[in-house]
């Protein structure tokens, strides 16, 4: 028995042995990485200086936002601070602060003319100016040249084009006899804000829809075509639903965008002959007057960005179903 478990034990290993094995895991090449130290310390770096400066000031100031819509402070030095608890929230709804109600109203017709004017325009842009030509390139460059601008600049050059005493429109219009204050009027102001919309920001949809149509297979128009389909049906068939995913990325865009505008409006009416959506009514209530009701204002921005959510979360699920159900 004493042999037997001697016999079983494992051989002890010579020094010629273990210098084999050594020299095997030496040989053996290590996992190589991506980055070098330096750079994943900068990778780190980089991220957290990112994050923290998201945090400073995005989520810092919102809930800022969130503390002062609950208090009646209105930044005036010396001025004491009081808790309203919901009473800026609950003044929305009565005759206390009056616009909210006509506010709600131009804010849903601003985004929904918005939303399908500039995707509607975009996708026509970009059936004329996905090609490679010098055409298509200069096309492309105009239609995108009004983002780079800025909104000041924007609204004072349609100011300019719709000025009531002697702006080119204003002589365009009267040689069929209509004569208006355009941005200054209540039946004018709201098409020509939505308009401006549109057109400062339908280049960056163009360019989102020119590069979806890129990436459709030209083997699927040719095949199309052999078998007889005709240019709608290929459209129907092929480009919609092959833009599916482009269209969710663009609406969503449109429909935040439009929420959230105020800077255009406020460079063009200033909240006034109707265009006074929830974004304008929080900046004039916030800012607009000596006496400002930072409080309310921060109220009516809260429920603006409720009421973004209400309406974007539920259009992102359903184009995200359509998407699965083009795609599975």
């Known amino acids: ?18 210098s084999a094995a050594t020299s095997r895991r030496a040989r053996r090449p290590k996992p190589t990485r991506l980055l070098s130290r330096p750079s994943r310390v900068m990778m780190w770096g980089g991220l957290l200086l990112g994050v923290g400066v998201y945090v400073l000031f995005a ?11 609950f208090t009646d402070y209105t ?42 004017g500039q995707n509607l325009l975009a996708l026509l842009f970009a059936h004329k100016l996905v090609g490679g030509g010098k055409f298509a390139a200069v096309g492309r460059l105009l239609v995108f040249l009004p983002i780079a601008l800025g909104v000041t600049v924007v609204g004072l050059v349609w100011l300019l084009i719709f000025n009531s005493q ?83 990325l663009n609406v969503m865009l449109a429909v935040v965008g439009a929420f959230t505008t105020y800077n255009l409006i406020y460079v063009l009416t200033d909240g006034q002959y109707g265009t006074q959506t929830l974004g304008m009514l929080s900046y004039n209530v916030a800012f607009g007057s000596f006496n400002s009701n930072l409080g309310y204002g921060a109220a009516v921005s809260v429920v603006l960005f409720l009421v973004t959510l209400i309406v974007a979360l539920p259009m992102l699920a359903l184009l995200r179903r359509r998407e699965r159900r083009l795609f599975g």
């Open 75 to 116: 930044a005036l030095p010396g001025a004491a601070v009081h808790n309203l608890g919901f009473s800026n929230y609950t003044s929305m709804f009565s005759t206390e602060a009056p616009g909210f109600d006509p506010a709600i109203v131009a804010t849903l017709v601003f985004v929904v003319a918005v939303t399908l």
């Open 166 to 248: 002697e702006g080119p429109m204003t002589s365009f219009f009267g040689l069929f006899g209509i004569h208006s204050a355009f941005f200054g009027s209540d039946n004018w102001a709201m098409p020509l804000v939505i308009l401006v919309q549109i057109w400062q920001n339908v280049g960056f949809s163009t360019l989102v829809f020119i590069g979806g149509l890129r990436a459709i297979d030209p083997a699927l128009y040719e095949a199309a075509a052999m078998d007889g389909v005709g240019a709608w049906q290929r459209l129907r068939r092929i480009t919609f639903p092959l833009l599916a995913p482009f269209v969710t």
């Open 59 to 69: 989520i810092v100031p919102m809930v800022g936002n969130v503390i002062i819509s």
């Open 1 to 18: 028995m004493t042999a037997l478990r001697l016999g079983s034990r494992r051989p002890a290993v010579t020094p010629a042995g273990a």
